[in-house]
């Protein structure tokens, strides 16, 4: 899985951070950040036979931020 390019992106976090993987995401007025991710066929098939997803959110010991993963053909 990886983070992918999509219509509507209007920002890419971590684009000079080496240590990091650059990451696509639109930002609205409001401070919601979307992001999008492609699964690979790999990805797919092992979901298929019943793997499951696994979130790991950095927080660097700040609180946690609400998270709504979601399936679909655009972000909105």
Known sequence: MEPTKFNGQNVVYAEN??????????KDTEGTVTTCWRFSFKDRIRVLFG??????????NAPLQPVMPHIGKSYE
Request: no cysteine; aromatic share 20%.
């Open 51 to 60: 793997a499951r997803l696994y979130w790991k959110q950095m927080t660097f």
């Open 17 to 26: 951070q080496p240590e990091y993987i650059p990451l696509p995401a639109h």
